[in-house]
């Protein structure tokens, strides 16, 4: 596609439950990264992926969360027993070089996840 | 440690104004700055990307200033339409990840 997709673009789980956020950056994009953003709130980095290793997982909040990344394409944001403090729009991002010095990055529209 | 501020955090005025929104950022020592645009509950949408060599660049309606020694940008809009109303957020980059200001929430009103 020509943007950063992600899905679902909602989600409404139970509290306990696990979820997973899927982020499918543009093509040849060699960074991807995470972000929350709770309500009424700004943007909060969880991790950042330069191909399929993080060297920057230091934004996940707990052992509940965890991510991976296959090779340079899709990465998954797992969010396990979820809580009702995990309630956010989940942000991903992808940009096509190693650092933001010298590039942009391009975001998706979000997922919107709702433990209740 | 870098820290981006944006004043006002919320702005509303009558459709034709003319506006400027402003960043603060306390590290000189940066290489670009962005400036972004999220509607309620979406994504961010990229407005303007100023590299550090760079004093402005323009889109438009809108123009960005960048004056690394006093560590300010500036985002100017134009003859302001309803539409134009969303939450705009200024970042640079850090080691990893985009450092973002805390936003100025922006309402044009018909």
């Known amino acids: 596609g020509a943007g950063v997709s992600q899905s679902p673009s909602n989600k409404v789980t139970e509290k306990g439950k696990d979820v997973e956020l899927r982020c499918d950056p543009i093509s040849g994009h060699t960074a991807l990264y995470w972000y929350r953003q709770r309500l009424g709130q700004g943007l909060e980095f969880l991790i950042y992926f330069q191909g399929n290793s993080a060297p920057d997982k230091s934004g996940l909040p707990s052992d509940r969360f965890s991510a991976e990344r296959t090779g340079e394409s899709v990465s998954t944001l797992t969010i396990q027993r979820t809580q009702q403090e995990d309630s956010a729009v989940y942000l991903c991002?992808?940009?096509?070089?190693?650092?933001?010095?010298?590039?942009?990055?391009?975001f998706g529209q979000g997922t919107r996840l709702t433990v209740v | 440690k870098q820290e981006v501020t944006q004043i006002p955090a919320a702005l509303s005025v009558p459709e034709g104004e003319n506006l400027v929104l402003n960043c603060s950022f306390t590290?000189?020592?940066?290489?670009?700055l962005q400036w972004f645009r999220q509607d309620p509950g979406k994504g961010l949408t990229s407005l303007l990307l100023?590299?550090?060599?760079?004093r402005e660049q323009t889109s438009g309606r809108l123009n960005a200033s960048l004056d690394k020694s006093s560590g300010r940008s500036t985002l100017y809009i134009a003859a302001s339409q309803p539409g134009d109303s969303a939450t705009y957020l200024c970042a640079v980059p850090g080691t990893y990840k985009y450092i973002f200001g805390t936003g100025t929430r922006l309402k044009v009103l018909a």
């Open positions: 590290d000189s020592a940066i290489y670009n």
């Open positions: 991002a992808s940009s096509p070089r190693p650092s933001l010095a010298n590039t942009e990055a391009f």
């Open positions: 100023i590299q550090s060599s760079q």
